[in-house]
């Protein structure tokens, strides 16, 4: 027979009611600001020398001896907020749609030009083309590229999903930078690994990118990580299983995401842009190592 102890059956501990932003109603948090004691999402969030701060308590006097543009409201990673916090999101979605719709009035020729492969021919007769030949924009081209509408589909359902509270908690600066770098991250492991003739698209590993980002984010806002982890897991199970995946482009572009989003979310506040961009610098450096030792190899 059970007992009834602090309001539970069985004898349970009564589990904390969830903190939901006061400015944001819908949006579950686990932070508060550090002087009204009031929960705030990451779109409400001031970084202040311990913790952070609410909009509301910056305008009314920060008190921390910061120079006055420090008031301004400002994400966790240190960027502005801004009214629409999926604009980048838009337009990234706006890009990849206006390639498809391209490539589905172009044909092959076009696919031709935009695939990322490491060194093949692409037509009977034609020149020896690639990334080893020296055609380093297809890394670019190539994230924005797909052929099947099942394929954009998924990928852009994915950024509409992760976008938007990455971008907000991130900034739009920093949230662009995410993508492209674990865009080319992925693109540059395929380059690495894959044969030199097989042909990669789509923007897979930017999304995956977004998966390791967001997993960061949660787990630096105390957030529940299961959801994210469980969507990870089961992309990561299509990865190694489905055909024609090159999940090459996943692993590296999750790898990219994941050490990016650490550095931008966990640098120290007095250092934060310094220690941001340089993360950004040592990563697309490694990208480009990366793609000299395998062009050697290749030519």
Known sequence: MSVEQDGQPGGGAAQPAPKYCYRHPDRET?????????????ECMVA???????PECVR??????????????RT??????????????????????????????????LLDE??????????????????????WYRLLTSMFLHQE????????LGLWFLGPPLEAALGRLRFAGLYLLSGLGGGALTFLLAVPQQASLGASGAIFGLFGAMAVLMRRM???????????????????TWK????????????????????????????????QAGAFVLLLAVVVVLLVVRTLQLT
């Open 30 to 42: 686990g932070i508060s600001c550090t002087r009204c004691e009031r929960p705030i999402c990451p």
């Open 48 to 54: 202040a020398s311990v913790g952070f701060q609410c």
């Open 60 to 73: 009314s006097g920060s008190g921390t001896g910061h120079r006055p543009g420090a008031d301004r409201p």
């Open 76 to 109: 966790v990673a240190g960027g502005r907020v801004t009214g629409d916090p999926r604009l980048v999101t838009k337009v990234l979605l706006g890009l990849n749609v206006a390639v498809f719709i391209a490539v589905l009035a172009g044909g092959d020729r």
């Open 114 to 135: 935009l695939l990322l492969f490491g060194r093949a021919v692409t037509e009977p007769y034609g020149p020896v083309e690639g990334v080893a030949e020296g055609q």
């Open 149 to 156: 509408i099942w394929h954009i589909a998924m990928n852009m």
């Open 222 to 240: 105390r957030y529940d990580m299961r959801p994210i982890l469980i969507l990870l897991a089961i992309n990561l199970v299509f990865t190694f």
């Open 244 to 275: 024609n995946i090159a999940w090459e482009a996943h692993v590296g572009g999750l790898v990219t995401g994941v050490l990016l989003a650490y550095a931008m979310v966990h640098a120290p506040r007095e250092r934060r842009t310094l220690v």
